[in-house]
């Protein structure tokens, strides 16, 4: 899980990909967090993503850095702790002035039952499940 939350960590931007309907719905991202053995992620819940999760917690990211790409698929579990949110904060301080741990709003997810393929076009993929 180490060397998946490094791979995104350096590539600092994912693209995560969520269902509304029978439609796929992709947008950028860039917060990860490993807490207490757990790869989270963190959004707004007035968002559509949140709303998209919540419906269907199966997702899939993808990332690209330095010729290798990663994909991550998953489902997302809402941790409604207060000190896993404040952790995400802490790492991302800029994301403060937009949210808050209890501001009803923020939300952090768990990856679970992930599976993680690291791939290029000169080495044999390499997967991670947890």
Known sequence: MERVYNFLKDAETYYLATVE????????????????GKLYIQTGKIKPVAKQIDANGKVEL???????????????????????????????????????ADDGNTVVYYFKDA???????????????F
């Open 62 to 100: 993808c990332a690209f850095k330095n010729g290798e790409w990663i994909r991550l698929a998953g489902t997302l579990v809402e941790d409604d702790r207060n000190e896993a949110r404040q952790a995400m904060l802490d790492l991302y301080p800029s994301l403060q002035a937009m949210y808050k």
């Open 21 to 36: 309907g029978d439609q796929p719905r992709v947008r950028p991202f860039g917060t990860v967090m490993l807490f207490e």
């Open 115 to 129: 599976k993680a393929t690291i791939a290029s076009f000169s080495a044999p993929p390499v997967e991670i499940c």
